[in-house]
């Protein structure tokens, strides 16, 4: 039987968020956009099986291929230098660290919610524009990129990558898009994602310090990658 979104139990949203924070816990064996886009896939497979919905069963392949690009959109970012900042033992140096760890979760939460639930919000009588809405992303990307990395001429880990701004103006462009065409609940779910992954980074972060500075023999670093997944 079909469930209507508010008849999903709690334990289902408990085992999607164990899903995609074991998927992209194993996303660091074999990184960046990859790994990312994996660890959306299978995520979206977990929402869908969980939800119990056949119009949207009916329509996994192509969804999934959504989340997957949604999700890996945002590994282009460099973040290893980020994550070194947020190990110093100096205060403004741990304040940028987790403040751009958060930005980064941010876009990779805004990007790959906000094409997921786009994926689900979109029915037969109302078809996305995934053409137009692909190349405003693009265009938004490179736009930002000319204007604040090559003019302005900001990098965020210098001399790493310098795509930190591509993502930042594709999400732009997400967001206006899904504003302006009234895919409320998408925007909504992009949010609701955006603010779960920024503070999951950050968070993982910290817990990964303070794990390693512990002593204790243990991956900290798949911490922080679960704490992605899961928030």
Request: some cysteine; overall charge positive.
């Amino acid at each position: 039987m079909d469930r209507r979104p508010g008849d999903l139990p709690y334990k289902y949203c408990i085992a999607i968020a164990l899903t995609l924070g074991t998927a992209w816990a194993a996303r660091g064996q074999f990184g960046h956009e990859y790994g990312a886009a994996w660890a959306g896939a299978i995520a979206m497979m977990g929402i869908i099986v969980f939800a119990g919905r056949t119009d949207w069963l009916l329509r996994l392949p192509a969804m999934t291929a959504v989340s997957s690009i949604g999700w890996g959109a945002s590994g282009i970012i460099s973040y290893g230098l980020v994550v070194g900042y947020g190990r110093s033992d100096s205060f403004p140096n741990v304040l940028y660290g987790l403040s751009m760890l958060f930005l980064i979760g941010s876009l990779y939460g805004f990007i790959g919610g906000g094409l997921s639930a786009l994926a689900l919000e979109e029915k037969d009588n109302r078809k996305v524009s995934w053409s137009g809405l692909i190349t405003q992303m693009i265009v938004g990307g490179v736009l930002f990129w000319f204007i604040i990395t090559y003019q302005l001429g900001y990098t965020m880990t210098p001399p790493r990558s310098k795509l930190l701004t591509v993502s930042l103006g594709a999400a732009c462009a997400l967001g206006w898009f899904l504003y302006r065409n009234q895919y409320h609940a998408s925007l909504r779910v992009a949010l609701w994602t955006m603010g779960g992954t920024g503070l999951g980074f950050a968070l993982g972060n910290f817990l990964q310090t303070l794990g390693s500075v512990s002593g204790i023999d243990f991956n900290w670093w798949n911490v922080m990658e679960y704490s992605i997944g899961f928030l």
